[in-house]
């Protein structure tokens, strides 16, 4: 927490609004159904079924406003045995098949660092919303748009799909290694961390020249990537104390300048300092009325005609209720009802 306010909601909920509406009182359905009626877009992603219940699923919404571009969000999909299974990012890297694949090979299956999932599952529906909205520019006419969590990590896992479906071998943990390239992982330096991307067999021939280790290059057992693959556990070590006779910085200097990909192992400290962070303008001041000082990570859309803007701070719970119950018609009277039969909040100063 920042000064009392959640970090991982002040990362996600800039240039928002918040209208706090209670569904489970029909007031508040009524409200939402006002909303819908006149909006471009909606995104939902209770339990299946919930909202058909309200009143307020697609068909329903469909009714009202035929424009509409509806997207509903699940953990594993609307229809299907799991249509009624709550989801979780952790719950979903674990069903995946993700953890099975992230870790040392021959330990216990790791969560990865980042909510992947949830945010693979926002990028799909931010896809499919768009998608529609320009399909509606030809026919006229909304649509019902899906995302979910299983379904984008069963296509994340691409090439571990076709790879068991082709060879029947099950991807498993390689730690910081690649199932199909080789030398493709981190080693340790003499300081840190580096990381290596000798993905084919041309710059592996650059790393060999660069290191003057030829005699790798022309070892039968390095010789194309398939070789490398194979005799990864012969190779690993080798490369694991060449790594060790220089630092983090000469090792991705010399790799730089010969072309062959190479990474330090930075910690998000790192990352926040970084000079390419800073060039490409991907963290952001945010202006906040209780925590001074607030800044948050950037869009990672670069748009020519129309770059990302910070409009407005990650709203509190209700904080603009009462101005959007304005927008539709509402009274002063009207709005005082509702929130005195408890069928939405509004923030008080």
């Avoid at 006002?34 to 909006?39: E, F, I, P, Q, Y």
């Avoid at 896809?127 to 529609?132: D, E, H, L, N």
């Avoid at 199932?179 to 993905?199: C, E, I, T, W």
């Amino acid at each position: 927490f920042w000064d009392g306010q959640s970090c991982f909601y002040m990362s996600v909920n800039r240039n928002k609004r918040n209208i706090a509406v209670n569904l489970k009182h029909p007031q508040g359905v009524e409200v939402v159904k006002k909303l819908a009626a006149k909006a471009d877009v909606m995104i939902e992603s209770f339990r299946t079924g919930t909202m058909d219940k309200m009143g307020l699923g697609y068909e329903d919404v469909k009714a009202m406003n035929p424009r509409i571009v509806y997207c509903a969000i699940s953990g594993f999909g609307r229809t299907g045995p799991l249509s009624q299974k709550g989801g979780y990012d952790l719950m979903v890297q674990a069903y995946s098949g993700l953890m099975s694949t992230t870790g040392e090979p021959d330990r216990t299956p790791l969560r990865i660092g980042f909510s992947l999932v949830d945010i693979t599952c926002g990028w799909v529906a931010y896809g499919g919303i768009m998608t529609a909205l320009y399909q509606r520019e030809k026919t006229g006419q909304g649509q019902y748009v899906e995302s979910s969590l299983l379904e984008g990590m069963v296509s994340a896992a691409s090439y571990h799909i076709v790879n068991y479906l082709g060879t029947g071998n099950v991807s498993g943990p390689l730690g910081q290694g690649h199932p199909s390239l080789a030398p493709y992982q981190m080693f340790p330096s003499k300081d840190g961390r580096v990381m290596l991307g000798a993905a084919n067999d041309g710059l592996w021939k650059k790393f060999c020249d660069v290191t003057d280790r030829q005699d790798l290059a022309g070892d039968p057992r390095f010789l194309t990537n398939m070789d490398r693959v194979n005799h990864r556990s012969e190779l690993i070590p080798l490369l694991e104390d060449l790594f060790k006779t220089k630092t983090t910085e000469e090792w991705v200097a010399l790799l730089d300048g010969a072309g062959i990909p190479s990474s330090p192992v930075n910690n998000i400290a790192d990352l926040v300092d970084d000079p390419q962070v800073a060039h490409r303008d991907m963290l952001v001041d945010v202006p906040h009325p209780t925590v001074e000082g607030l800044r948050a990570a950037a869009s990672p859309l670069k748009l020519s005609d129309g770059p990302a803007s910070i409009r407005h701070h990650p709203p509190e719970n209700g904080e603009h209720t009462e101005e959007i119950l304005f927008e539709l018609g509402y009274s002063k009277d009207d709005i005082a009802s509702l929130e005195a039969a408890g069928a939405v909040r509004v923030m008080r100063d």
